[in-house]
């Protein structure tokens, strides 16, 4: 019978590195002639990536991990001045040892390597897989909208060589409305190396040879079609790529995990909100402060997993906070028995618990993804990356959120604590028209990987070309 080896390429930011395992698992629980190698970049990260790994591959004999030689990272200052361009950096060293690691698997004929999958962060190494006469694939761990926004830099940079500027909206093929450019990335406005960093992976997108995506077509159906209309690389809808398990995670609380789900267990079906946001999300004592009046004018139960920012460094210096210094004055005794604050939480099981009825999110992909696994509603509140570009689409294009905030981002203005208080509200409504699309998108979710379905017919359709 023969066999077939894909080399996947995450990049390292553990949102792409968890999606990039969880879809190697798809292919390889889907067909038992495939293994996958994946080639890791050591990243300062949280030391649970590691453990999280070695728990995943350890019980997926035909998923292998190599950590690759560790390289000299690029100056702190980089990051400080554009996270993209130090990432971009950091992968542009591990070339020569991928190089080498790929040409020698391909050589060694025990199995057949079939392709190389990139990372959207990877794409330039689309000529490693040239040079050795191998397909090569993007794994975007992002969604459509993100897709058409990337193919579409190029074009304007033919007619804009400038970064984006606070003026017109964009008209963006693929998307259904004109998006406002308070809603792009931070990084589109960079330019310290942000903005072009973006538009330099951009124009190798349409050199690989076809791109797969961790979306549901029903989801984003006309940005898929259009997609599909225009002379690009075959598109491959594989969505949601999810673990649906919590991460283990020596920084998570386990007395503290135990109480909050006792205290869920002895809450009404769909009673609480739940606030997280994400592995990089904190803000300032002032809108911690307004957050927590909200909370507790809303009237409603609520779960906050509260990280908050260093007055020196908003972006990456922050700290879990439960204590009372940085809340109103009496408020963790006021809200004794109907709020919890707590630390890192397995966001993934709480989401799935019956007692959760509203999600206020960064609207990372990973994060909207979950929610709609689960049938939760979310209120929008973006910080960073694409996060607002997703609020914006899943608000306005996709109706499947509540808009909270769409243009927040580090910097901004407070959300004033009655926003919050009116977001919470109209978000735990039971009859709400956006309640029943999520519910109906959560069957979708289910069905697309079943037999049959869409993302299921396209993984099939992806596993094909390697035999």
Not at 290 to 306: K, P, Q, T, V
Not at 350 to 368: D, E, M, R
């Amino acid at each position: 019978m023969k066999k077939a080896e894909l080399i996947f390429v995450p990049s390292p930011l553990i949102g792409h590195l968890v999606s990039t395992l969880e879809f190697a698992k798809h292919l390889t629980d889907r067909d038992d002639r495939i293994s996958v190698t994946i080639l890791s970049m050591k990243l300062a990260v949280a030391p649970w990536v590691d453990a999280y790994t070695t728990s995943l591959t350890d019980s997926q004999p035909r998923i292998c991990v190599i950590d690759l030689p560790p390289v000299d990272p690029p100056l702190p200052d980089v990051l400080k001045k554009s996270p993209e361009y130090f990432i971009s950096l950091v992968v542009e060293s591990h070339l020569p040892n991928v190089k080498n690691i790929v040409s020698s698997r391909s050589n060694s004929g025990s199995l057949q390597v079939t392709g190389l999958v990139l990372d959207f962060f990877c794409v330039s190494m689309v000529d490693i897989a040239k040079e050795l006469s191998l397909p090569s694939y993007m794994f975007l761990t992002s969604n459509m909208g993100f897709l058409r926004l990337m193919l579409y830099l190029p074009t304007r940079q033919d007619r804009i060589s400038t970064v984006f500027k606070s003026s017109d909206d964009e008209l963006i093929p693929g998307i259904t409305s004109p998006v406002p450019v308070c809603v792009m990335p931070s990084c589109l406005f960079n330019k310290d190396g942000g903005h072009a960093t973006l538009v330099k992976l951009a124009q190798r997108f349409k050199d690989v040879d076809g791109i797969i995506v961790n979306t549901i077509h029903e989801l984003e159906p006309y940005a898929v079609n259009a997609f599909s209309g225009d002379l690009n690389p075959p598109l491959y809808t594989v969505g949601p790529v999810l673990h649906l398990k919590s991460q283990p995670n020596p920084d998570l609380d386990e007395a503290q995990y135990q109480k909050i789900f006792q205290w869920l267990d002895d809450l009404a079906e769909s009673s609480v909100v739940f606030l997280c946001f994400g592995s990089s999300g904190s803000f300032d004592v002032a809108q911690v402060k307004e957050i927590a009046i909200g909370l507790e004018r809303s009237g409603y139960n609520f779960l906050r997993s509260l990280r908050v920012s260093s007055p020196k460094d908003e972006v990456s210096a922050h700290r879990y906070v439960t204590n009372n210094g940085v809340f109103p004055e009496g408020f963790l005794e006021r809200i004794k028995g109907r709020g919890m604050i707590c630390g890192r939480v397995p966001q993934v099981e709480i989401l799935a618990h019956k007692a959760i009825g509203g999600f206020v999110s960064h609207c990372g992909w990973n994060s909207i993804l979950e929610s709609l696994w689960y049938g939760v509603p979310i209120a929008t509140w973006p910080i960073y990356a694409e996060q607002q570009l997703n609020a914006f689409r899943m608000v306005k294009e996709l109706g499947l959120a509540l808009d909270l905030r769409l243009d927040y981002r580090v910097g901004s203005d407070l959300v004033m604590a009655g926003d919050i208080e009116s977001a919470v509200r109209c978000l735990m409504d039971g009859e709400s028209k956006i309640r029943k699309k999520v519910n109906e998108m959560a069957e979708i979710s289910r069905k697309s990987l079943m037999e049959g379905g869409s993302s299921f017919n396209s993984i099939g359709q992806f596993i094909s070309l390697n035999f």
